[in-house]
Structure formats: structure tokens, C-alpha cells
């Protein structure tokens, strides 16, 4: 090797490191952010279990829930047409089956940083119906997790049925999971009881016939079944109330009460180690419902007024008491959601996995290692053919 094939030699080794380098900084994770292909089914089974007759809406005695078996499948796919540059926009489509009975499929859909895979502020986040935007979602992770994490680490995560962010957890490392070959991590995402998202709630508990509201009779029914009789205490009441006081419980009575619905969860992701794709999960959602009690106990704080009255104050001290009970109740819960990702489908994730994994090995380390390998190599070959060169000379 001559003098001026060591130049050469020497010059495209640099080139070789300088390209090794930019590929690591700039190439490598323009690669490897969010594709525009994303196609992700999982397919779930498991049971709902109803607290309250669907049909009657009536409590059902402990032990005798109604269980029905539950299918869902969910298809969490990229809208390729939304894309741009730095954002990408995924679509999360679920479709169950109850008892056999197929159910309307659930459309989210989600604007993503293609490198963060944090959400980001668009039009396109929304949850059920294009109209019910959530901004909150901003700043935070959705389905899709951070890439890096490590048992201890938690990650923001934002949930549309409530429409708030919570802190998942990493809390274990699993190797070979489920024999599948591969190492994952358990998240726990379990989340306490929040209340709905209000027009969420509209959308999915309205839509399933769950009331939102109650009228004064439908409420004084209830109520009289656990020993508050409004009616015989408004009739009580006329008879030594003010009229204003009168005027005021009257106008409450055509004032509907609103529901309040909550969801709580137990959830359980496992996401495999290096590329952070869900290979697994169990899904255990509880809605509760409690009565907002805030107008009830206005009215109370009028009744109370009367409590030492001789005429009736003995039939209002109990119905006080069982106001404040009632304000006090735990919500009562409607039903329950409990399904994981089944076998099959986990070998399928865990196999789409690995393929990311390959990929990622390839962009991120053996083909900027391979090109600094080879660059080192021409410079020493340079080196010695200029050391030898000038010994010649």
C-alpha cells in the first residue's frame, strides 16, 4: 500500500466514523421513531359481571351477579393519512362481545410525538366520538410506553374514561415470560375510583341505558326503601314550615339528581424490555355510581331547621340520621370488567416482538458499530502505510 492509497484509506476511515456518528445521533432515531404502519391486534377474554340488573336496574343481592362471558378485540393501528413529520395518529378500536351479543365497537384515537411517544396537542385526540376532544391528554403517554424503562421507573399515563393522568409503575422484570423466550416488564396500572369523564360518561354509560339522573319520585322511592320518606316529611313539614322554606324544598323536588359514575382499576400490563410493545395484559375495571348528594343535603340543612319542633321534630331526627348516612355510603358499583390477553394472542406479540427487537439491534448498533469497525480498520491501514512510506524515504 503506497503513500497515496494510505491518504485515501485514511480519509474515507474518517469519513466511515463521522457517518458512524451522525448515524447513532441523527439517522438512528429517525428510524427507529413511531412507524406509520402500526398494526397491533390483541384479542381478550374474560367475564362482565353486572352489580345491577341491566334491565331493571334494580341492586342485585350479593352472590347472585349476573356473569357473562366476555370476547374483545382490539386493533391499535396508525391512521397513515394523519401523519406528518413529528406526529403520528393512532387509532384504538375495540370491539366486544357479550354473551355472544356483539356490542357497537369503541373508537379512541390518539396524536403522538413520533419520538417521545408522549401525546401531543391536536384535534385528533379523542375518545369515543370525534366531538368529545381531550386536551388533558398532552404531555402525557397513552397506550404506547416510554422505551427505556426499568423496574422502580414510573411513566405519566393518561385514561379518557376519566379523562386524567395517573403514575403506572414498573414494579417487576420477568424473564422468559410465559415461556415465550422473551424478558418483559409488569406495570402496574392500577388506578383508584375517579369520577367519569362527563361527556364520556354520556357516550359510553348512556349509551348502555344507564341513567344519569334521577327524578324527586324515582330518588323518593329509593330512598323510602332505606327509611326517608320525603313525601310524608314534605307533607309534615307544611304544616309548620315558612312558606319561603316551603317554596325553596318544592323547587328542589323538580330538580332531577345527578349520578355520579366512577371508575376504578387493577389493571396489569407486561411490555417487553427493549422495545416496550404490550405483549400481555389483564384488564380489571370496576364502575361504581353514587347519587350527588350536594342538593339533598341543602334540603336537609333546611329540615334540620325544624328538628326541635314539637309537632314533628321526632319523625325528622331519623330521617337526619339516615341523610348523613347516605351522604356518607360507599358508591355502589354496576359492573365489572376482567379480561387479559389470551395465549395465542401473547405468542403473536411476543413473535412481533422479536422482529422489532432484530430491527432495532440493526439501527441502533451493528450497522453504525460495522461502519466505525470498518473505518477503524482503513485508519489503521492509513497509518501503517504512511508509517511505512516514510521509513522508505
Excluded at 77 to 103: F, H, K, M, W
Excluded at 309 to 321: C, E, F, S
Aim: proline residues 6%; hydrophobic residues 45%.
Amino acid at each position: 500500500m503506497g503513500k497515496k492509497t494510505g491518504i485515501a484509506s485514511g480519509v474515507v476511515g474518517i469519513i466511515l466514523i463521522v457517518v458512524a456518528v451522525v448515524w447513532w445521533v441523527v439517522l438512528g432515531p429517525m428510524l427507529t421513531k413511531l412507524p406509520d404502519d402500526i398494526n397491533s391486534p390483541m384479542d381478550f377474554e374474560g367475564s362482565l359481571t353486572y352489580y345491577i340488573d341491566p334491565t331493571t336496574r334494580q341492586a342485585l343481592p350479593p352472590g347472585q351477579e349476573m356473569v357473562l362471558p366476555l370476547k374483545v378485540f382490539r386493533v391499535f393501528s396508525s391512521v397513515p393519512n394523519l401523519y406528518t413529520s413529528e406526529v403520528g395518529v393512532c387509532e384504538d378500536r375495540i370491539a366486544s362481545t357479550v354473551a355472544g351479543q356483539e356490542r357497537p365497537a369503541q373508537i379512541t384515537q390518539y396524536a403522538f410525538d413520533r419520538k417521545t411517544r408522549k401525546c401531543v396537542e391536536s384535534d385528533q385526540n379523542w375518545a369515543y366520538s370525534p366531538n368529545i376532544l381531550l386536551p388533558g391528554r398532552v404531555g402525557h403517554y397513552g397506550p404506547l410506553f416510554s422505551r427505556g424503562l426499568e423496574v422502580g421507573d414510573t411513566q405519566s399515563t393518561f385514561f379518557s374514561d376519566v379523562n386524567k393522568a395517573f403514575d403506572l409503575k414498573v414494579v417487576e422484570k420477568i424473564k422468559d415470560y410465559n415461556g415465550l423466550g422473551i424478558t418483559v416488564l409488569k406495570v402496574d396500572a392500577a388506578r383508584p375510583a375517579t369520577d367519569y369523564h362527563p361527556p364520556i360518561a354520556q357516550a359510553l354509560l348512556g349509551g348502555q341505558g344507564l341513567p344519569l339522573e334521577l327524578s324527586f319520585t324515582e330518588l323518593s322511592s329509593q330512598l323510602k326503601a332505606k327509611g326517608i320518606d320525603l313525601e310524608a316529611l314534605m307533607a309534615a313539614l307544611a304544616t309548620v314550615a315558612t312558606p319561603e322554606d316551603i317554596q325553596v324544598l318544592l323547587a328542589m323536588t323538580q330538580e332531577p339528581v345527578r349520578l355520579v359514575y366512577k371508575q376504578e382499576s387493577k389493571d396489569v400490563v407486561y411490555i417487553e424490555e427493549k422495545t416496550s410493545a404490550t405483549v400481555g395484559a389483564t384488564f380489571d375495571r370496576t364502575t361504581l355510581m353514587e347519587v350527588d348528594t350536594s342538593g339533598l343535603l341543602q334540603a336537609f340543612s333546611i329540615v334540620g331547621k325544624y328538628a326541635s319542633d314539637p309537632a314533628i321534630g321526632a319523625a325528622i331526627a331519623p330521617v337526619l340520621q339516615a341523610a348523613g348516612q347516605l351522604a356518607n355510603a360507599e358508591p355502589t358499583k354496576v359492573f365489572n370488567q376482567n379480561m387479559s390477553v389470551i395465549p395465542s394472542g401473547e405468542q403473536s406479540l411476543a413473535a412481533s416482538a422479536e422482529e422489532k427487537i432484530s430491527t432495532l439491534n440493526w439501527v441502533e448498533l451493528w450497522v453504525p458499530l460495522i461502519v466505525v469497525i470498518v473505518g477503524a480498520i482503513l485508519l489503521l491501514l492509513a497509518g501503517y502505510a504512511l508509517l511505512k512510506a516514510w521509513k522508505a524515504a
